[in-house]
Nanobody, 123 residues
Framework: VQLQASGGGLVQAGGSLRLSCTTS????????VGWFRQAPGKEREFVAT????????YYGDSVKGRFTISRDNAKSTVYLQMNSLKPEDTAVYYC?????????????????WGQGTLVTVSS
């Protein structure tokens, strides 16, 4: 399974971006998908995850209320809508396909990872 994350870019603080994660085949429609991020010099951080059918979502504390994860299984795509962006949201964002139908906040709960897309938030 190949994943392609896209939609990153440069945005001013307070702005919005929508990231997309497209998988190469529909296997992921039975699996949870998560987003993680890694800023320079920092450890990877859990951002959000969504269950196989979109019925359950879970967010990291730092993004709750600002980010929304959703999915369209017909398009094999998961989205991350990011609003009210802050400079501390600057990072490479990665999507990953879970080992099961429901997501985890731990990276070990995911089996396939995309290459990442860079989000830069200027102050």
């Amino acid at each position: 399974v190949q994943l392609q994350a896209s939609g990153g870019g440069l945005v001013q603080a307070g702005g919005s971006l929508r990231l997309s994660c497209t998988t190469s085949r529909r296997t992921s429609s039975n699996n949870a998908v998560g987003w993680f991020r890694q800023a320079p010099g920092k450890e990877r951080e859990f951002v959000a995850t969504i269950a196989w059918n979109g019925g359950s979502t879970y967010y990291g504390d730092s993004v709750k209320g600002r980010f929304t994860i959703s999915r369209d299984n017909a398009k094999s795509t998961v989205y991350l809508q990011m609003n009210s962006l802050k400079p501390e949201d600057t990072a490479v964002y990665y999507c990953a396909v879970g080992r099961g139908s429901y997501g985890s906040s731990s990276g070990s709960g995911y089996q396939y990872w995309g290459q990442g897309t860079l989000v830069t938030v200027s102050s």
